[in-house]
């Protein structure tokens, strides 16, 4: 069938090509849709973006070099109105909360399937903010005041770089493995550490390391627990 006149331009950006193509041949097979470019990085995102002038961002949350939460704050700063939608592997009690302070307009995970994505498109292009009820009223919880347990104080005072190295490291990375996945030298990664451990109040690598990984744990466990 032949697309309509009036599309909707979608900019895509996933490091793994195989997603990236996954994604876009989802938003291709919509009439009113088109993938005006994909990217695998922050920055060739935000160059393409300035290009291109979509309408919307598909992106991911975990990106070589600078990160997916990163590339929203660069976005929104050259073009404030444009909206972004997080299609992430992360779940979403990790992360959609980071990605909407961010400015991200929805999250998604990549579980999810198509029609689902499609769906979260469309609200996005819509005005509307898309995300699962549990994060919903998790956030809706926050603004109302009502403390969020599952975040031991100090977690929130993590910067989103430091966010990212505490759960990687709670995923049993070294340094040099954390250092390759994110594109950071040895030493920054070091100082990372030390300021979350600061921030944290926590005095070891190694205590740092199992509060990452039980806080982990805990979070992932929690929606099972609340949907059971």
Known sequence: MKKSGNLKRIS???D?????????QWLRHELDFEVCSESENAAQALEAII??????????????GRSGLELIKDIHAVQPNL???????HDESLYAERALRAGARGYIMKHESGARMI?????????????SDRTSERVLGLLS????????????????????VFQLLGQGL???DIGKRLNLCPKTIDAHRANIKRKLSIKTTAELISYAARWIAH??????QENS
Do not use: C, K, W
């Not at 793994?16 to 876009?24: A, Q």
């Not at 498109?121 to 005005?127: A, H, K, N, P, S």
């Open 83 to 89: 909206p972004v939608l997080v299609i992430s592997m």
């Open 119 to 131: 769906e979260a498109v469309r609200r996005v292009l819509d005005g509307h903010v898309y995300v």
């Open 16 to 24: 793994h090509p195989v997603t990236r193509e996954g994604i876009s």
């Open 174 to 176: 070294s340094a040099h």
């Open 145 to 164: 005041g009502r403390p969020n347990l599952s975040n031991r104080p100090g977690i929130e005072r993590l910067s989103d770089r430091e966010f990212d």
């Open 12 to 14: 895509v950006v996933d």
């Open 219 to 224: 979070q992932t466990m929690a929606p099972a």
């Open 51 to 64: 290009a291109n002038t979509p309408d919307l961002v598909v992106t991911d949350i975990t990106l070589p």
